[in-house]
């Protein structure tokens, strides 16, 4: 039968074949056709022959057609045909099917969406027909019943593609059907179709499925929906990442099958190669991601920005075009979550209704550390993204060559992101061997070519990095030695930060520690000063590091070595024999620099003493080199004054006349080795070695003669005098400022040494005082004769060479504790003779203390509860005073300040402290940033200055600003304070008066520190300063609300459920708007002074309206179509028309009259000279923000205008337009007004012509008054 139609086929005529298939059962069509394909003969030309003899002209050879197609289909999809013969199948049907009529062809595609529906499909080969009938059927445009309606061609193509979609998919077609989409014409409705369908098939999938269909999905989005795929994918991603982590972290059960990290992670990589790879093809889909974070940046980052995310930008980044832009996105991100997270945290109102958010630094470093899983493409993102983040935002302020540290709140979230880059780049370092050069190169680089900026950040994470690896970093050494090389160039803090970052290199590299010796040795001898004081610390710094056999162990000496994190036995004997060599040739080259000039030498005294705590084994060398220095200008003979050769220690050189020896900074050298050598050396020496500790006993002999000679001496025996010059200009007079100045050095320094033998004796003590007294007779001169224009020389005399541990302990020995002290002697029972300078005793004690509790907190928080410890005397040994809080033990110290300042504010007002006032709320306001704002106890803080505030009125501004200040401080932790701005503005205004004269103001008494001498400026300026806060916070919340509506605009199911969860934020800025309100509505009617006040009041007043309309905008985006607004909106409305607007427009009126009539008074009484210049520039400034508040009024109208119609309440009927901004030139009022003007003049000329033979007249300006 088979040959037959062959046979019949091959006539040109086709009749006589039409006829033997119209004979033909199709029993026996189907089975001729089964038996071809199964054995695989010939079938491609029998299903020709078929095709030939079935025309579509005809209904019966279309319909044949019909039945060959479905039985080729079922063929196909029973998996009995070999994979060649399907293929010639599937082909020859795919020729065909566009020969097919309209009907046909829905019939055939609706046979293939119940087959997918119902899962009846085999092994989905027959898919690949199914565009090719779907592109046909788009084609025609004749009506197609489909369903319950008729459709033209391309409709009937939409719903069946709908129908599909809405159906169930076979997860192993999946796949294909995706695939199977990219051949065909779709529009961009049914694009989302099929993609929303994709999407939801993610979950059902195994995970090693996935790729292969984000690789198909991407296809597929050449053809539209980018943003939805983009979104989809990285959405599955985040939740997949979170689940992930909560199974790790076994915080809760979850429903889903655990994976292997290292599998979910492979495969995160894989898909983002794709993104990847579609991108480079298709840069709209690149442009589609940097949109889709963007517009996370204004709403909540934390759905747009996550670990998967921050890896896709990153890998983006190879694409040359887009890498600036993903790393800005970045950066901006990175910065802005620092910020708003400061906001928040200083914000009780932004915390209750923010919740908390992902943490970006988080997100990051999980990406660092998701990135071992053969993350390559991510790495390099990542390395330059750290250096971005520590060049943007790595310390940036220079003063003298070195950066200032700031610790203002505005320079923390700089401070974070800096860090944040740190932490990214040292994480991958450890991780990823094959970046670790390029890090190290381009953190050495910096630290050569930055010399001009500050480093310090890069010189942090240069030793982080050592730490971690040394023995890894020897691969590397060629790199550091290049950098060794630039160290005569460097300025004097780089070389010393980068010199201890890579001391434990040092330790274990000899050839490394080789090339920095010849460096430093080179550098001894350089022309340039830096050059050998860099030599100077570097030689020091390897004396500290190289101990020798038999010093004191770490836990002997006050400080440890700091380089226990090296894994290498470096104090082995042997080492330490031949660190003993090498210590010796180090100081050798060091007693070298005695020599030079006196900033060398100040280097090594400074230094010597850290070398021999921590080398102990040094100290005959160090001791001895000392002594032999200070034979060279020490008077031996015992009666002969003074008892050291000054004059040796100043060198001319023409007529240049310097410092040579730093004598002061020498002994101070000698006196702190002395005693730490006889505390910790001596005791444990043998009797046998007093030979060798002959040079300390020869060194306490000197110090103690030229201590008897120093207070036997004159002034006149130092050849100084009252009469002497101090002039800079002279050489006798820098010669002189030099010789006191070394002297008060001298002076402290035999202070201290004194003090460290005394063990308390009377005579000591006496030898002490008399000390100081020759301390001030130096201090007294130099001071007088110096004068107000201090130099340079002049100012050193302030730096004390008196250690800290030496103040400590005479403090402690003077009044047993500061805090004791002060709170025991009060300074209002002090007697009035022990006073210094104005201040009392106690009064000192509470200056120490306040910077005490400063320093404390700023430089030493983690030992806070170590040194509240060591405050509380009661009761040391307790064993339970360890559990006790900080928040308790600050209580217990801030309870006795409160005592204190009651006892202060008890007194009368002649007798108020001002000073001492300020002194006890800085340290109130120091020590409360200790207690959590949640606990009672910070409560009753709050309350206490509260009430103080209330109860208290002192005329002090200065006192009235530190407690005002300390009262915000407070209460923003616990609540917002607008309520309490409120009170305040009505009191300012009570005190004030106001701007028409004629009305009476009822005065309110809410908070009597509020006076007519601290209402205006002091309250009024903290006031305006509070407010601006609260409407930066509201602005903030504003802008987010709003970034959340665009982004739910953008997402189909969010439309019903975007307001509801906003509903608590916009009640609370109509709360704070609306109090605001009438806030300003008591300060526009107040009678201000010119000048800050009036100002800062403008300025605000045009900040809260342009929040107003920012808040009006925002309800234009939410409002319904339908119409209609919040009632609690309506009533911020209006009360901004009845209470602010009105009074804004009369306060600018009151302000612009003002002026008027102080510039028309001067015109008048010129001669006078009634207006200085500063009441002009406060004039001035005054009307200059004037026009910027009535445009923000203008625009806040407008865009109530907008929302009135399309919410259709008539928002307008609350706000009455002010007549100021209208006028009319009346004719007859001018007429007048320019007669009167002509005859002052007249007047004036005649008054002055009397006056031109004494001065000349003033130069006055013409000037129409209307």
């Known amino acids: 039968m088979d040959q037959k139609i062959l046979s019949l086929a091959t006539d040109k005529a086709t009749g006589k074949l039409q006829a033997f298939l119209q004979n033909l059962k199709d029993e026996d069509l189907t089975s001729l056709l089964q038996n071809q394909a199964v054995k695989g003969r010939a079938t491609g030309a029998l299903l020709r022959a078929i095709f030939k003899g079935s025309p579509c002209s005809e209904e019966d050879g279309a319909l044949r057609r019909h039945k060959v197609y479905t039985w080729c289909i079922q063929l196909v999809e029973s998996g009995e045909l070999q994979q060649d013969v399907s293929s010639e199948i599937i082909g020859l049907l795919m020729l065909e099917a566009h020969h097919f009529p309209g009907p046909l062809l829905v019939e055939l595609a609706n046979e293939f969406v119940v087959a997918i529906k119902e899962g009846n499909l085999v092994n989905g080969k027959s898919l690949e027909l199914l565009p090719i009938i779907l592109t046909a059927l788009a084609t025609k445009k004749e009506g197609l ?125 894989t898909i983002i190669l794709h993104i990847v790879f579609a991108i480079k093809l298709d840069c709209e889909l690149g442009r589609e991601l940097l949109k889709h974070v963007k517009v996370g940046q204004q709403g909540d980052s934390s759905k747009y920005l996550c670990p998967f995310s921050i890896a896709l930008l990153l890998s983006v980044t190879r694409i040359q075009r887009f890498n600036e832009q993903v790393f800005d996105l970045l950066k901006a991100s990175v910065i802005k979550y620092f910020k708003d997270l400061q906001l928040l945290q200083g914000s009780k109102f932004l915390q209750n ?284 003979e015992p009666d002969l004054l003074p008892p050291l050769k000054l004059g040796a220690c100043v060198l001319t050189q023409g007529n240049q006349i310097s410092l040579q020896e730093p004598l002061d900074h020498l002994l101070s050298c000698i006196q702190h080795c002395l005693a730490w050598y006889k505390s910790r050396v001596v005791p444990l020496r043998q009797g046998d070695d007093e030979e060798e500790e002959g040079f300390y006993h020869e060194l306490d002999d000197m110090l103690e003669s030229i201590t008897n000679r120093v207070i036997k001496s004159e002034l006149e025996d130092f050849e100084l005098d009252k009469s002497s010059d101090f002039s800079q200009s002279t050489d006798v007079g820098i010669r002189n400022n030099i010789f006191a100045c070394l002297m008060m050095g001298v002076c402290e320094v035999l202070i201290e040494y004194n003090f460290s033998i005394s063990n308390f004796s009377k005579s000591k003590f006496e030898e002490i005082l008399s000390l100081f007294m020759c301390y001030k007779k130096f201090s007294d001169i130099l001071n007088e004769k110096t ?303 010119s000048g800050s006040c009036v100002d800062t009041l403008l300025k605000d007043l045009c900040k809260i309206y342009t929040i107003l309309t920012a808040f009006v905008r925002y309800n234009l985006q939410v409002c319904p179509s339908s119409g209609g607004i919040p009632k609690n909106v309506e009533k911020l409305v209006k009360l901004s028309g009845s209470l602010l607007t009105p009074y804004c427009y009369s306060f600018i009126s009151y302000v612009q009259n003002r002026s008027n009539n102080l510039k028309y008074t001067g015109e008048k009484e010129k001669e006078k000279a009634t207006i200085p210049a500063v009441t002009a520039t406060k004039v001035l400034r005054e009307t200059k923000p004037i026009p910027n508040l009535i445009f923000a009024i203008e625009q806040y109208e407008k865009f109530l205008i907008q929302l009135s119609k399309k919410s259709k309440v008539n928002l307008m009927q609350y706000m009455k337009f002010s007549t100021s901004r209208d006028f009319k030139i009346k004719g007859s009022v001018l007429d007048m007004v320019l007669r009167e003007d002509a005859e002052d003049r007249n007047e004036e000329g005649t008054a002055s012509a009397h006056k031109r033979q004494d001065k000349e007249p003033a130069k006055k300006r013409k000037k129409l008054n209307a």
């Open 145 to 269: 019943a489909y369903g319950k309606g008729d459709f033209n061609g391309e409709e009937c193509k939409k719903q069946l593609i709908n129908t599909l979609c809405s159906g169930q998919w076979d997860q192993q077609y999946v796949i294909q059907l995706t695939s199977m989409f990219k051949d065909v014409p779709l529009t961009a409705e049914e694009v989302e179709f099929v993609v929303a369908k994709v999407l939801k098939m993610f979950s059902k999938l195994n995970l090693q499925e996935i790729p292969p269909l984000v690789y198909q999905l991407l296809v597929l989005s050449s053809k539209g929906s980018r943003k939805s795929v983009l979104d989809g994918i990285i959405t599955f991603f985040s939740e997949l990442d979170k689940q992930h982590s909560e199974e790790q972290s076994g915080e809760e059960l979850l429903d889903v099958v655990a994976m292997p990290s290292d599998e979910l992670h492979h495969v995160e990589g």
């Open 353 to 636: 209704l923010v919740p908390a958010r992902a943490c970006v630094s988080t997100m990051i470093l999980q990406v660092v550390k998701n990135s071992v899983h053969s993350w390559d493409h991510v790495v390099q993102g990542l390395v330059e993204l750290g250096f971005i983040l520590m060049d943007s935002y790595g310390p940036k302020k220079i003063l003298d060559g070195k950066a200032v540290e700031s610790f203002s709140l505005s320079k923390m979230p700089n401070q974070h992101a800096c860090k944040l880059g740190a932490n990214i780049l040292l994480e991958t370092f450890k991780i990823h061997d094959m970046i670790r050069q390029e890090i190290l190169e381009q953190v050495l680089n910096r630290v050569v070519t930055r010399a001009s900026s500050p480093i310090s950040h890069f010189l942090e994470l240069l030793s982080d990095i050592i730490m971690y690896a040394p023995l890894i970093l020897q691969s590397c050494s060629s790199k550091v030695t290049e950098t060794f090389d630039c160290l005569s160039f460097l300025p004097l803090q780089t070389v010393q930060g980068l010199l201890k970052a890579v001391q434990p290199l040092l330790k274990i590299s000899m050839s490394i520690r080789d090339s920095l010796i010849i460096v430093l040795r080179k550098a001894m001898f350089a022309s340039q000063l830096d050059a050998r004081k860099s030599a100077v610390a570097g030689f020091l710094l390897l004396l500290k590091n190289f101990k020798v056999l038999g010093s004191l162990s770490s836990s002997q000496c006050s400080q440890s070595i700091g380089i226990s994190q090296v894994q290498v036995d470096v104090h082995s004997r042997y080492n330490s024999v031949a660190n003993e060599t090498f210590c010796l040739e180090i100081m050798d080259s060091l007693r070298r620099c005695l020599g030079q000039q006196a900033d060398v030498r100040l280097m090594l005294y400074e230094g010597l003493y850290d070398v021999l705590r921590r080398n102990s084994q040094l100290a005959s060398s160090i001791m001895q080199t000392l002594l032999s220095q200070l034979n060279q200008y020490y008077e031996p």
């Open 787 to 1089: 004068g107000k224009g201090k130099t340079k020389m002049a100012s050193k005399a302030n730096d004390s060479l008196l250690s800290m541990k030496f103040v400590s302990d005479l403090l402690t020995a003077l009044f047993s504790v500061l805090l004791w002290r002060y709170t025991s002697i009060p300074t209002s029972v002090e007697e009035s003779g022990k006073k210094e300078k104005g201040k009392s005793i106690s009064l000192l004690c509470l200056e120490g203390l306040q910077k005490i509790f400063s320093a404390v907190q700023q430089f030493y928080q983690p030992k806070i509860q170590q040194f509240f410890r060591a405050l509380d005397v009661t009761d040391p040994k307790d064993e339970e005073d360890t559990d006790v809080s900080v928040t308790q033990r600050a209580v217990f110290q801030i309870r006795q300040f409160q005592r204190s300042l009651l006892n202060l504010l008890s007194n009368e007002e002649e007798d108020f402290n001002s000073k001492e006032a300020l002194l006890l709320v800085t340290v109130l306001s120091t020590l409360s940033k200790l207690l959590e704002p949640t606990s009672a106890q910070f409560a009753q803080v709050l309350s206490w200055t509260s009430k103080i505030c209330k109860e208290n009125s002192w005329e002090d501004a200065s006192f009235c600003r530190s407690l005002m200040n300390l009262l915000f401080s407070l209460h923003v932790l616990c609540k917002s304070p607008v309520t309490v701005l409120r009170d305040l503005s009505q009191d300012i205004h009570g005190q004030l008066g106001d701007i028409d004269q004629d009305v009476e103001v009822e005065k309110t008494n809410h908070y009597a520190m509020v006076n007519l001498r601290t209402a205006a400026p002091t309250v009024c300026l903290l006031v305006l300063s509070q407010a601006e806060k609260i409407l930066e916070e509201v602005d903030w919340l504003i802008t987010k609300l709003k970034g959340q509506v665009s982004q739910d605009t953008l997402s189909e199911e969010s439309s019903s459920q975007a307001v509801p969860p906003n509903l608590p934020a916009e009640k609370a800025i109509i709360m704070q708007l609306g109090t605001l309100i009438t806030f300003f509505h008591e300060l526009v009617q107040t009678a201000l002074p």
